[in-house]
């Protein structure tokens, strides 16, 4: 019976703003166009091969690195991370890591800026990104990369990385290439991404105690390259792998040693074991209420994960939130 209301009652800032949102629409629809140009193989490949690149960019770069900070590297390493996944069309690398650590300070409360908790499947999966109210960049949230002047201009000119994508592949396989290459590799990006904020809540197992409804999901961590093990992640959210066991696979992470053993990337973070097998020490109660959280949207959920976030705090076993800006300068 209320089901409508919210959506009648939104605040102006935070409806879709239909204007503004015309480029993400008008993505969608070229990709249709997948439909009507010559087919060849070699279109497919490019659209996977640049789907999992710009993929593997934004989850180690936007995220594992800007937000995070869960390894280190040099200056001109961190921009052509930044210039990389700045190519997937997800806005700058500041934008995306201030709110990111805000959805981390505040997991499934109702500030949190994408909660499908709180807001349902919509909202949380893009209805917030097509509004006003979050069109701006926490600079606040991201002192710490805010004081690099090439990073603060591609926030600024982040159209420039996926433009120049576009152009470069119209230019070498014309329009079939760009349709494939650009239009529906990056829909389908869009989409792998929102996977994370929209259902990495709401399907999947739980690992650890959270106080909130993270999970952990095998089907989501294949279409991010690892970012589906998101219990992990919640539980202990500064460590540059995602997948702890050898069976959660995680290729970000995969590629990030690698370039470990290259010596373009140091000091990567992973849980230590008391962080890890955390889980073994749970009573056969704590167990059994991962077991039954249930997998919904709306009140019913919100109000169990209400309780369970109550007796985590009055057993002070919250994990550690994350690092504030102020301390990660001094990293």
């Known amino acids: 019976m209320t089901t409508s209301t919210p959506a009648l009652t939104l605040p102006a800032n935070e409806r879709t703003n239909w204007l503004t949102s015309v480029p993400f629409f008008a993505v969608h629809a070229m990709s249709l166009f997948a439909f009507v140009v010559p087919f060849r193989w070699e279109y497919v490949a490019t659209c996977i091969g640049l789907y999992y690149f710009r993929m593997w960019a934004l989850t180690t770069g936007y995220h594992r690195y800007f937000s995070h900070r869960t390894f280190k590297t040099g200056r001109v390493f961190q921009f052509l991370l930044a210039f990389f996944a700045a190519s997937c069309a997800q806005k700058g690398p500041l934008w995306w890591a201030?709110?990111?650590?805000?959805?981390?300070r505040y997991s499934d409360q109702v500030e949190d800026v994408h909660s499908p908790l709180q807001r349902g499947f919509w909202w949380s999966h893009m209805g917030?990104?097509?509004?006003?109210?979050?069109?701006?960049?926490?600079?606040?949230a991201i002192k710490d990369f805010a004081r690099y002047p090439e990073l603060r201009w591609l926030n600024r000119w982040h159209l420039v990385p996926p433009v120049i994508l576009a152009v470069a592949l119209f230019f070498i396989g014309g329009f079939p290439l760009l349709v494939w290459g650009f239009f529906v590799s990056t829909?389908?990006?869009?989409?792998?991404?929102?996977?994370?904020?929209?259902?990495?809540?709401v399907f999947g197992r739980r690992r650890y105690r959270t106080a909130d409804t993270s999970r952990n999901n095998w089907a989501l961590a294949l279409i991010t390259l690892g970012e589906?093990?998101?219990?992990?992640?919640?539980?202990?959210?500064?460590?540059?792998?995602?997948?702890?066991?050898?069976?959660?696979?995680?290729?970000?992470?995969?590629?990030?040693?690698?370039l470990s053993w290259l010596g373009v990337v140091s000091d990567l973070r992973t849980p230590p074991?008391?962080?890890?097998?955390?889980?073994?020490?749970?009573?056969?109660?704590?167990?059994?209420?991962?077991?039954?959280?249930?997998?919904?949207?709306?009140?019913?959920?919100?109000?169990?994960v209400q309780a369970a976030r109550a007796r985590?705090?009055?057993?002070?076993?919250?994990?550690?939130?994350?690092?504030?800006?102020a301390a990660l300068l001094r990293r």
């Open 128 to 140: 917030w990104i097509l509004c006003d109210r979050y069109a701006e960049t926490d600079y606040d």
């Open 228 to 258: 589906g093990w998101h219990n992990n992640h919640h539980y202990h959210q500064n460590t540059a792998n995602q997948g702890w066991f050898w069976w959660e696979i995680d290729p970000s992470f995969y590629v990030l040693r690698l």
């Open 98 to 104: 201030g709110h990111h650590r805000h959805h981390h």
């Open 273 to 304: 074991d008391a962080v890890k097998y955390a889980f073994r020490r749970y009573s056969e109660e704590e167990r059994t209420e991962l077991r039954g959280t249930p997998a919904l949207f709306g009140s019913r959920s919100r109000a169990l």
């Open 187 to 201: 829909t389908l990006l869009w989409h792998g991404t929102f996977t994370i904020n929209s259902l990495s809540h």
């Open 312 to 325: 985590l705090q009055a057993a002070s076993e919250l994990p550690a939130a994350a690092p504030a800006p």
